[in-house]
């Protein structure tokens, strides 16, 4: 594995996990992100945030992320303590807003993971390891803009370290 990868736990889910699924409406004026995180996909599971470990993986299959635009979908995600979001397609405003906020999400068949499975994600080399089923899946290549992005924690520290995008890209 490189220097970029990740390990966790899977927590399985299946198509079409809309933005009020992983967080309701009613807590979009939520400012502690703490207590957003609490109630990550709670309308599926209540004692889903108990379950969550750090490092942990949200697998999922197809238009992950469909609904509202809100940030708060990706940033509950990621203030849980999740590592990544695999699944087999996203909802396009979701994987940006996700990116920008330095969530990977990772577009991989999903169908090999279960829920509970050990993975060893390495982002450089776009391979998803599922240790508990001895199973190598390869991941849809990511440009490398994005991976520099997630590499700096997100889109502002990115800008933040860099300037902007031409410098990087040339």
Do not use: W
Request: hydrophobic content about 40%; aromatic content about 8%.
């Amino acid at each position: 594995m490189s220097d970029f990868s990740l390990k966790g736990r899977a927590h399985k889910f299946g198509d079409d996990i809309n933005t009020d699924y992983i967080i309701a409406g009613k807590y979009t004026k939520t400012l502690n992100l703490s207590d957003l995180a609490t109630h990550l996909f709670e309308d599926i599971d209540p004692d889903f945030y108990k379950k969550v470990k750090p490092g942990d993986v949200v697998v999922a299959g197809r238009n992950f992320g469909c609904g509202s635009s809100r940030e708060q979908a990706p940033v509950a995600i990621r203030e849980s303590g999740i590592s990544a979001v695999l699944a087999k397609s996203f909802a396009r405003i979701f994987f940006r807003n996700a990116i920008n906020i330095g969530l990977p999400a990772l577009i991989c068949d999903t169908d090999e993971i279960n829920k509970g499975d050990e993975l060893e994600i390495d982002l450089e080399k776009g391979i998803v390891f599922n240790v508990t089923r001895n199973k190598e899946i390869s991941m849809e290549p990511m440009p490398a803009i994005m991976k520099d992005i997630l590499k700096e924690g997100g889109l502002v520290s990115f800008l933040k370290k860099h300037g902007d995008f031409i410098k990087k890209a040339n």
